[in-house]
């Protein structure tokens, strides 16, 4: 392992230690704002409407359910009921009856986008009227959404809205239908559509209701008891949604403050308090708006390159280290130049000229001198960015391989002529 891949297998080692130990302790736990939409498969987040007080404007929160993690969207400027969420066109509609400066003579239409702007659509008028000066809607406190159908109840009477926006009804009323009986009917202060039945599911807080899960029946006007199906007693409830697998229900006022229930709609468990809030004198809500997950973390740790492939040139981000990611263990300790696409060639050690120390001694000294054995041949110099500096010692050190095999030739001869001399010497002495 080389020194810039151990000193990246220990940085990500701290990293890892470090983040577990922040896990274990809580620090990195994500903001109950998203908790839970991500933890909980059968959220959703809600638009609600709260009117604290008769003629004040009109205050837009967001509810995130099951968690109950409320926060403000803005000040409508208008007060509003009876809204209703439009998934097509990802907007909700409102009945308006007024503003700060006072009530309208007719109930204006309103469209509220995902930012809690609302926009003015005008009166609510009967389709077919040239200009409608009266609504049939004004004082509408249930609201409700199919498809291009925007059911909305006041009174004992159902009224479909178109919100087809090309049409030529567009937010005008194209049909009431009496809801009977009556004594269920006015009680339902808010209601939800549900696609499997074509059934709207409201609470009725009347005597008769006894704040229990009714249905309306938008072709018949019909109203129902749901059996097994009831919230707390108390006052109006005035939002209600339906979410997967429960039905989610507002008390206007529940003693000093309004409260947000959570019933299962297949009666197997207990009413559960979710949210509270400040006593209202009306509320409404629209819902479940979609709303994208949760986006993972932008960072990431440095990519590690599998033996065998290519690693393309890494980015540093801000804050770290600008020292390059590890690279492919080769024989060479020298960076190699950037590769061809997979599989990559091998790169090929630089070849180094020998050390200028003497070479070793052969095994067998051999009488007669042998020729000088020629230098290895020098590898040319790298064409690349990579190149290595030239050696300017690199004529020296072929220079001291020819000296050294120069003074080896003369000390055999000087060895060979010491051993004449002797032989010679010794035969004369023998000779005389």
Known sequence: MTGTRFRWAAALGAAAAVSALLAASGWLAPPASHLALAREPAGCTILQAENE?????????????PG?????????????????????????????????????????????????????????GRAGARKPVW?????ATAGAIDGDRWYVRQGSDLYTVDIDPAGVDYVRVVHRTSLRPV?????????????????????????????????????SGKVA???????????????????????????NQAGRRSVTFRLPRDGSGQVTEVATGPPLVSGDAAGCLAEPPARPPTTSPPPTTPPGQSSPPPTTPPGQSSEPPPRTETPSPEPSPEPPPPPPPVEQPVVLPPAPSPAPTPPAVVVTPTPATPAPPLSP??????????????????????????????????????????AAAAHGRRHR
Do not use: C
């Not at 998934?87 to 409102?94: D, L, P, R, S």
């Not at 008891?225 to 008390?251: H, Q």
């Open 225 to 251: 008891v749901v059996p097994g199906l009831r919230f707390p007693e108390g006052g109006a409830y005035g939002s209600v949604v339906l979410a997967p697998g429960a039905i989610y229900a507002t008390a």
């Open 183 to 219: 004594s269920l009917a006015v009680g339902v202060d808010d209601f939800a559509f549900d696609p499997a039945d074509g059934l709207l599911y409201g609470v009725s807080a009347t005597s008769r209701g006894d704040s229990s899960v009714v249905t309306l029946d938008p072709s």
């Open 381 to 422: 110099p790298p064409t690349t960015h990579h190149a290595l500096p030239k050696e300017k010692a690199e004529p020296i050190v072929q220079d001291t391989g020819r000296r050294t095999e120069e003074k080896r030739r003369w000390g055999l001869t000087a060895l060979i002529l010491v051993l004449g001399g002797g």
């Open 135 to 139: 609504s049939p809607v004004t004082g």
């Open 68 to 124: 109950g993690v409320t926060r403000r969207v803005s000040e409508a400027g208008y007060w509003i009921n009876a809204m209703g969420y439009s998934a097509a066109q990802k907007v909700v509609y409102g009945v308006a009856d007024g503003t700060r400066a006072g009530r309208y003579h007719g109930a204006h239409a309103v469209r509220i986008d995902a930012a809690g702007g609302v926009t003015d659509l005008g009166v609510i």
């Open 53 to 65: 007080r008769s003629g004040a404007p009109t205050t837009l929160r967001l509810l995130s359910l």
